[in-house]
């Protein structure tokens, strides 16, 4: 049987919620790494009222 690790998740940057784009800093931070080659996604994380750009990584 193979076991599957769940991913770990590199937080790269933090914006604000209630920034008055919305999550239009965060998209342009993650836009501006995808060009740059990194696998990045934008995710809200309620507990912080922040939007995250994240990047997976396997576990170690």
Request: aromatic fraction near 6%.
């Amino acid at each position: 049987m193979t076991a599957v690790l769940p991913a770990q998740r590199t937080i790269l940057e933090r914006f604000p919620a209630g920034h008055p784009r919305g999550s239009w800093p965060a998209d342009e931070y993650a836009a501006a790494q995808r060009a740059q080659g990194t696998d990045v996604r934008v995710v809200m994380d309620l507990a912080s009222d922040e939007f995250l750009v994240v990047t997976d990584s396997a576990a170690q």
